[in-house]
């Protein structure tokens, strides 16, 4: 664990220049809200679904940049379900098997009990034509006012090295706001829980297979998820005890969001520019798979939505990736 006696500490054993570059930091989180600006006039934001069942409505948008991979941004609202519900249920490793099944097995490799940050190794299962994938993951939850702001990105982690198989994702950014919002029943009650996501990440795999499964399978996904997130807050009623890694979930970082923008705008938004240049000059790649969530895509292609034919062409392609 990080910042234990008995497992050490990689933040503690790093430098601070290290811990800068390798564990989550603010600079991700404020990545985060930048990409999450509606009206941010250099992004243009593709409507892709707008969906609503009896518990839950779905947006979602792609933005898809000159260079680097398809950015996707979904604005979810749960009924009935409170923030800290949803915060534990994205970041509960040992429960989310039972609703993903990409996910073949994962391991904790450290965590802060300081800072509540974590690195998480996860192997996920992938169509028959390619590899299995495997993931090296930092993440880190933040706090303002009703606000969680949730990171989790591929980090680099020497103590595990590469290896042919499976193949490692690492270029991977997944992160969220959850907050209170007001049920659609028109009670006036805060008791819906609005989860606005950005995701982007490469696997290695064309750009125009990811995009048809992207659509094919996105929908399918989320309904997997919302009921992943209903049979968790079943089994909480049941089971009061909650899994480390839920725990964990628990141990944020409170920010002064007001403070902070009255006191070190300037300096803020000098810091998010460069942090985002950084980003865009790192995602330069010649094909990329984006997946929502790190789901839809796979349902997609799992599910058989995709034609045979560009599954075998895709397959020849990737044989050897």
Same mark, same amino acid.
């Given at each position: ?64 940049? =000159?260079?680097?991979? &398809?950015? $996707?941004?979904?604005?979810? !609202?749960?009924? @009935?379900?409170?923030?800290?519900? %949803? +915060? ?105 829980? =609005?989860?606005?996501? &950005?995701? $982007?990440?490469?696997?290695? !795999?064309?750009? @125009?297979?990811?995009?048809?499964? %992207? +659509? ?106």
């Amino acid at each position: 664990m990080l910042g234990s006696e008995r497992n050490g500490s990689l933040i503690c054993r790093a430098s601070e220049t290290v811990r800068e570059q390798e564990i989550v930091t603010e600079n991700d989180q404020e990545h985060l809200l930048q990409l999450l600006e509606v009206g941010n006039a250099t992004r243009e934001w593709q409507s892709m679904m707008d969906k609503t069942t009896p518990n839950m409505t779905y947006q979602a948008w792609r933005h898809e940049p =000159e260079t680097g991979p &398809v950015v $996707y941004r979904s604005r979810t !609202i749960f009924e @009935d379900a409170s923030p800290d519900i %949803v +915060r534990d249920f994205f970041w509960d490793d040992e429960f989310r098997p039972k609703w993903d099944f990409m996910l073949a097995n994962f391991k904790t490799l450290d965590d802060d009990t300081r800072t509540g940050t974590m690195i998480v190794h996860w192997r996920k299962k992938f169509p028959f034509f390619c590899s299995d994938r495997e993931y090296i993951i930092g993440r880190r939850i933040w706090e303002s006012g009703n606000k969680y702001y949730c990171v989790t990105k591929g980090v680099p982690y020497p103590a595990l090295p590469k290896r042919d198989k499976p193949r490692r994702v690492e270029l991977y950014f997944s992160s969220w706001v959850i907050r209170a919002v007001e049920s659609r029943k028109g009670d006036g009650q805060s008791s819906a829980c =609005e989860v606005s996501l &950005v995701h $982007y990440e490469d696997m290695g !795999i064309p750009k @125009d297979v990811a995009k048809l499964g %992207v +659509r094919h399978g996105m929908w399918g996904a989320v309904k997997k998820l919302n009921s992943g997130l209903r049979a968790y807050q079943t089994a909480r009623k049941s089971d009061s005890s909650l899994s480390r890694i839920a725990q964990m979930a628990r141990i944020t970082t409170v920010l002064n969001m007001d403070s902070t923008e009255s006191s070190t705008e300037d300096e803020d938004r000098s810091r998010a520019m460069g942090y985002a240049r950084r980003q865009r000059d790192n995602l330069r790649m010649d094909w990329k798979w984006v997946v929502v969530g790190g789901v839809a895509l796979a349902c997609g292609l799992h599910t058989g939505v995709i034609g045979k034919a560009l599954l075998a062409g895709a397959g020849q392609r990737l044989a050897r990736r």
